[in-house]
């Protein structure tokens, strides 16, 4: 029993390279050795006793399916009970997947990829009528494993209900949960990611009674606020964007050079290559009541996040004697003075090397009632500023970008402060001059904000911080697409080393639509500005750590390439 523990827990860990090679959570679990690897679109199913390198390309198949669109219902209906059909669409498919998410794939796994086979199919109905021609097709690698069609159909029937259901479902859920004991469970709703549970998590959904949720009424993140009346009905659903902040999108010399990123489509399972335009635009600064900067409780609780050791000269006590402090003391005990004590070397865990873009959404959807009458961008404003204060008082290297979009074409970001930058009167102008308008094109945003961090930072640390209402909406861009796209931008950040943290204060998002957009990336709602103080310092180490995670894996898939590089060229020369 304990050695089945022991397996199941081994391939576990691989659920986070499955959530990043297929762009959603994806979990990993153990199935009896010698079966196939296979997939229901939710799970995928390793050999429990095959080797670590089998498992994880057997998960990188398995996962860049899925990732690819290459298990869609229309295509796995004609692989039904056709076992042939299905290995011989395998062979074709698996390449063109694996080579579609080449960019994610670990080094070790790339070299699976017959690019003559991939070139062979341009989508998976491509590689269906390939598969199902008379030409000859070799059949896949044992570590490819198996495509089970009526597996992943079921799978995906109870992962993707229909929406009157799905609402129906929610309802149900929502009354079993008023219904439970006010001492059952025992989450802290203020330290646990979006939501909670629990006497607590009651008490405060009844005070937050403005829930805001992608799947009803009209588009969230235009001028006019949504608002709900007593039965529970929105209004104001069909507003749009006025004409002034349209003309805010017009080109003007504060607009700087255009930068071109790709948008992921869920519903084809690709990327729009070079689709959204995202360009700087300076903001224009406006005498204002600047939003609060001190918070005690704040600095103090990001002051405590000790990045590395320093060697420190000159302390009380330590590892070793500083000679330098040692001689100077001795020459003034000869010379009749009092002699300092700190004569000592020692390593101090104090040493900062952190870099932190502060993302602000002033899209239009900020501009509603937010839970303590102020509005949410007056207080997510109010978040930014002190944070940002706050590290740069710490010392660390910090910026402060704002944005709203209109298209796929008006991406803008407002660098309020960049990493060079001193925080002075006008940083502060700046960021009281932002006003909310237009829509919140968001993934684009964490694309441009994570390039920045990677160019500017300048540190081995590097952090997003989101602060947004969570609403992800523009022209072509809703729902489940702009949720899926903003969750893909985030693992892709996140890949590249860099922390990401989002946070929602003030605004009552629905917590499944938060969970939708912000995906696995550290996430939490927070009703008052005051609690931010609280939740900074375990917010940022959980973001710090799953940052520094993707870098000890990346060095370690690296390093092992190398050396399976290495032993294969030595083999081949025996």
């Not at 827990?9 to 196939?36: C, D, F, I, K």
């Not at 523009?474 to 489940?480: I, S």
Request: hydrophobic share 40%; with cysteine.
């Amino acid at each position: 029993m304990a050695n089945d523990d022991v397996i199941a827990e081994r391939v576990q860990r691989l659920n986070l390279l499955a959530s990043a090679l297929s762009g959603y959570a994806l979990r990993v679990a153990p199935v009896e050795p010698g079966t196939p690897a296979w997939t229901d679109g939710r799970t995928v199913f390793l050999d429990s006793e095959a080797s670590t390198r089998s498992q994880v390309e057997a998960l990188a198949v398995q996962a860049s399916l899925l990732a690819a669109g290459s298990l869609e219902p229309n295509v796995l209906r004609r692989l039904v009970r056709r076992r042939t059909l299905a290995r011989r669409y395998l062979a074709v498919e698996a390449h063109r997947a694996l080579a579609a998410n080449e960019h994610v794939l670990p080094p070790r796994v790339r070299s699976l990829i017959d690019r003559d086979m991939a070139a062979r199919s341009d989508s998976p109905a491509a590689s269906l009528e390939v598969a199902l021609s008379r030409q000859p097709i070799a059949d896949p690698p044992e570590v490819f494993g198996v495509i089970r069609a009526r597996n992943v159909l079921v799978g995906k029937n109870r992962a993707s209900p229909t929406e009157p259901n799905r609402r129906l479902e929610q309802r149900r859920q929502s009354r079993a949960r008023a219904e439970l004991d006010d001492d059952a469970g025992g989450v802290d709703t203020f330290s646990s990611p979006v939501g909670g549970g629990g006497a607590l998590g009651r008490l405060l959904q009844k005070m937050l009674r403005v829930v805001r949720r992608l799947d009803e009424g009209g588009p969230p993140g235009v001028d006019a606020p949504t608002r709900r009346t007593r039965s529970g009905t929105r209004r104001g659903g069909n507003a749009v964007v006025s004409a002034a902040e349209a003309g805010a999108f017009e080109e003007s010399p504060r607009t700087g050079t255009a930068t071109k990123y790709p948008e992921w489509d869920v519903h084809r399972r690709r990327y729009r290559l070079n689709w959204c335009t995202v360009r700087e635009v300076t903001p224009d600064p406006k005498d204002g009541t600047s939003p609060q900067l001190s918070d005690a409780r704040l600095g103090r609780a990001l002051a405590r996040l000790r990045m590395g050791l320093d060697r420190c000269h000159r302390e009380v006590q330590g590892d070793d004697i500083d000679i330098d402090a040692a001689v100077e003391a001795r020459v003034e005990a000869m010379a009749g003075s009092a002699p300092d004590d700190a004569v000592y070397l020692d390593n101090l865990r104090r040493l900062r090397d952190l870099s932190v873009l502060v993302l602000l959404d002033v899209s239009g959807s900020v501009a509603e009632a937010g839970t303590i009458g102020q509005t949410v961008h007056q207080q997510q404003r109010a978040a930014a500023a002190a944070l940002v204060f706050a590290l740069h008082h710490l010392g660390d290297r910090v910026a402060l970008y704002a944005f709203h979009s209109q298209g796929r074409s008006a991406v803008h970001l407002m660098p309020v402060k960049r990493f060079d930058d001193k925080l002075d009167a006008l940083v502060m102008r700046r960021l009281s001059g932002l006003m909310p308008g237009a829509y919140s094109r968001l993934g684009a945003a964490i694309r441009h904000s994570a390039t920045v961090l990677d160019r500017q930072g300048g540190t081995t640390r590097r952090l997003l911080v989101v602060l947004s209402d969570g609403l992800a909406y523009d022209h072509g861009y809703e729902r489940v697409y702009g949720a899926a796209d903003a969750r893909r931008a985030l693992a892709e950040a996140r890949h590249r080393g860099i922390g990401c943290l989002c946070l929602t204060i003030g605004a009552g998002t629905d917590v499944e639509d938060l969970q939708r957009v912000f995906g696995s990336a550290a996430h939490a709602t927070i009703p008052r500005l005051e609690q931010l103080g609280q939740l900074i310092g375990p917010l940022f180490r959980s973001a710090l750590r799953s940052a520094e995670v993707r870098r000890r894996v990346s060095s370690s898939r690296l390093t092992a390439a190398h050396a399976w590089s290495d032993s294969t060229a030595g083999a081949g020369k025996g």
